[in-house]
């Protein structure tokens, strides 16, 4: 059986990550068998190839490596600070991240809100 990691999601759950695996494929299935059963919203989820930034996490615990990120998301100074692609990273032991979406997909979520509050 294929060696794994544990990703706590803060605030939402966990997820299971196995060996080469991207943090955010582990998310994304965590979330379909309902494991991150506290994330009040889906995953934000566009390229899956650390290009469109909607993916960005906060890592605060753990080890992992990473393949090259758009510097126009996560700049040299957010990665120093443990902002990544969640799409982009591959545990190398249990992690501990917190979902730090960009602005953009906060307002998109905002409006969305608001218009089901209205309904
Ligand atoms: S999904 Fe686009 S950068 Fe991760």
Redesign the pocket.
């Known amino acids: 059986m294929a060696a794994s990691h544990k990703i706590t999601v803060e605030g939402a759950g966990e997820a299971t990550c196995y060996e080469g695996e991207r943090a955010?494929v582990a998310m994304e299935r965590a979330q379909g068998f309902g494991r991150l059963k506290n994330l009040p919203y889906r995953l934000p989820?566009?390229?899956?190839?650390?290009?469109?930034?909607?993916?960005r996490v906060r890592v605060t615990a753990g080890e992992f490596k990473a393949d090259p990120?758009?510097r126009a998301?996560i700049s040299e100074a957010d990665e120093a600070a443990g902002l990544v692609?969640?799409?982009?990273i591959y545990p190398l032991s249990d992690i501990e991240l917190r979902i730090e979406p960009p602005h953009f997909v906060k307002k998109a979520k905002t409006a969305a809100t608001e218009s089901q509050e209205t309904a």
């Open positions: 955010l989820v566009g390229c899956r190839r650390g290009g469109c930034g909607v993916c990120m758009s998301h692609l969640s799409c982009a």
